[in-house]
């Protein structure tokens, strides 16, 4: 009776820790997935339904943050090798041998737009939401790589969404970073690596 008893036990003890264990490892590094919006021009914004004065905050904001993010090429070809033929400008910045160049902006990224019903100056709800303990998706431009031009791409080369519309996103893989110089190749072999290798999912930047 005494060796069923302790069978029985122990098979009780194995069973009670598969959960436990299961739920250490679910409790471990994830980040929770926020909504936000991705759209190639203000006016296409507006056509989802949100308000037109939004849009165009949202817009302008990434446009100004495009010249600071945005991948710098030595020169235009390499620029439009990763890029496209035409889908490249002039930079602001200069190196000794001239001008670098940077991808164009494609669309825009509007991570606030759904927060709080409404979206106050970028800043203003970044520090909001820092003191509240949360993590925020900035605003900020898009691009597409000339292999894989369904794609819109953060600033870093991260997937954001294939079409227009509401996204899900994590907060921590599409954070802008100051831009650094980019080799010919970089950031299209990685979009057509990733287009290859990476499974088809409803949320990005994971």
């Known amino acids: 009776?005494?060796?069923?008893?302790?069978?029985?036990?122990?098979?009780?003890?194995?069973?009670?820790?598969?959960?436990?264990?299961?739920?250490?490892?679910?409790?471990?590094?994830?980040?929770?997935?926020?909504?936000a919006q991705v759209f190639n021009t203000p006016d296409e914004c507006a056509a989802f339904y949100n308000p037109p004065a939004q849009c165009q905050s949202a817009f302008a904001e990434a446009q100004a943050l495009h010249p600071q993010v945005a991948p710098k090429y030595a020169n235009k070809q390499e620029c439009e090798a990763d890029f496209g033929t035409g889908q490249c400008e002039t930079a602001p910045q200069q190196h000794a041998q001239g001008s670098f160049f940077m991808p164009m902006m494609m669309g825009?990224?509007?991570?606030?737009?759904?927060?709080?019903?409404?979206?106050?100056?970028?800043?203003?709800?970044?520090?909001?939401?820092?003191?509240?303990?949360?993590?925020?998706?900035p605003n900020q431009p898009l691009y597409k790589a000339r292999d894989d031009q369904s794609t819109f791409r953060t600033a870093t080369n991260t997937p954001v969404a294939s079409q227009p519309g509401p996204t899900q996103v994590r907060p921590s893989a599409v954070q802008p970073k100051p831009a650094t110089l980019a080799r010919r190749g970089g950031f299209g072999a990685q979009a057509q690596q990733r287009a290859a290798t990476a499974p088809r999912q409803a949320t990005y930047g994971g």
Do not use: D, H, Y
Not at 6 to 33: D, H, N, W, Y
């Open 1 to 35: 009776m005494q060796k069923k008893s302790f069978k029985r036990s122990r098979k009780a003890a194995l069973i009670f820790m598969v959960p436990a264990a299961t739920l250490v490892l679910q409790g471990c590094g994830a980040e929770k997935a926020v909504e």
């Open 108 to 137: 825009f990224l509007a991570g606030q737009m759904l927060n709080r019903g409404g979206m106050a100056p970028q800043q203003q709800q970044q520090t909001a939401a820092a003191a509240a303990g949360r993590n925020t998706v």
